[in-house]
């Protein structure tokens, strides 16, 4: 997840992933009758909210260190 935005019922979410070699994104309303849950895999530390920053980056800047609980 990149970015979460908006509130109440026009909330979303914009999920990143790469499919054959190119970057995909794809928004979801978090309200969405299709979306059963949402489960947190990994959790990751960042600077900032919003990482629009790893659009640009590749191979190992483009990785986010994993918090440790």
């Known amino acids: 997840v990149i970015q979460r935005r908006g509130s109440g019922v026009n909330e979303t979410f914009t999920v990143r992933k790469v499919s054959g070699g190119m970057g995909v994104e794809r928004v979801f309303p978090l309200s969405s009758p299709f979306i059963e849950s949402i489960k947190v895999n990994k ?4 600077r ?9 980056r590749t191979g190992k800047s483009a990785r986010i260190k994993e918090k440790i609980f």
């Open 43 to 46: 959790s990751g530390s960042v």
């Open 48 to 56: 900032r909210a919003r990482i629009f920053y790893l659009r640009e």
